[in-house]
């Protein structure tokens, strides 16, 4: 399993997770099996967020059409974006 972990600060968080939740790029088309948003309990104005994949191809594939996007909207929406693919190699729950 595949994860593109990404971070960045929001200018308005309400408004960003509405733009988020309108999928612009198509997450699920694009091979996402699930994502996960988090937002940090001491700064409500940072997001992070992680898409779940089965390859890293995949992870890859959405990380190049995210950046596009990005491109668009960095600056008025979001700032500082820093994102990575990592993989997961062990999963133990409690």
């Known amino acids: 399993m595949f994860i593109l972990q990404i971070e960045h600060p929001v200018r308005n968080y309400e ?18 099996q699930r994502h996960r948003v988090l937002r940090s309990t001491d700064k409500l104005d940072y997001a992070i967020v992680e898409l779940e994949f089965l ?3 995949e992870a890859q594939h959405m990380l190049n059409a995210l950046k596009k996007l990005w491109g668009q909207v960095e600056g008025t929406l979001i700032d500082s974006v820093q994102a990575r693919i990592v993989e997961v190699t062990e999963e133990v729950k409690y």
């Open 15 to 32: 408004m960003w997770k509405k733009a988020f939740d309108g999928d612009p790029i198509g997450r699920k088309r694009n091979g996402a």
């Open 55 to 57: 390859t890293a191809t």
